[in-house]
């Protein structure tokens, strides 16, 4: 931009910029708006109130197929030791004779989880759908 003073022109650059030392502060402002503003949600899971039962149907004994885990992990199938990579098998061949077959899982309550994870996978392999975990009824007072 040329200016005229008097006899001399001066040529004068004028330099456009963006102002920045207050930015930090307008960042920083940003974040505590944001940090308090924000509505933090913990995580509650689906609110399920599951039925008591008021009569329990007791199943006839062919209809279960019993895997017992003791302590020491080691399994068994209707009071025979079998090897973890026997129980899909067996299963398998439990469900082909009846479909409507239940596997009740009992374990000792010392025994290792990833024992009932290798039992659970074999029992996916033979596509064991009707499972039941069997605990202990709960002590009167307790």
């Given at each position: 931009m040329r200016r005229r003073y008097g006899r001399?022109?001066?040529?004068v650059m004028r330099r456009y910029r963006i102002p920045t030392e207050s930015m930090a502060d307008i960042a920083f402002l940003l974040l505590i708006f944001y940090m308090t503003t924000a509505i933090l949600r913990v995580e509650?899971?689906?609110d399920v109130d599951l039925p008591r039962a008021q009569n329990t149907m007791r199943q006839p004994q062919e209809q279960i197929?019993?895997?017992?885990?003791?302590?020491?992990g080691r399994p068994m199938i209707n009071d025979f030791y079998v090897s973890y990579e026997e129980i899909a098998p067996i299963l398998a061949a439990k469900?082909?004779?009846n479909p409507q077959l239940i596997v009740a899982v009992n374990?000792?309550?010392r025994t290792r989880y990833t024992f009932m994870h290798r039992a659970l996978a074999e029992m996916k392999k033979a596509e064991a759908v009707r499972?039941?975990?069997t605990t202990l009824p709960r002590a009167p007072g307790s």
């Open positions: 001399f022109q001066r040529t509650a899971g689906l197929a019993h895997i017992w885990i003791d302590a020491q469900l082909r004779a374990t000792d309550k499972v039941s975990f």
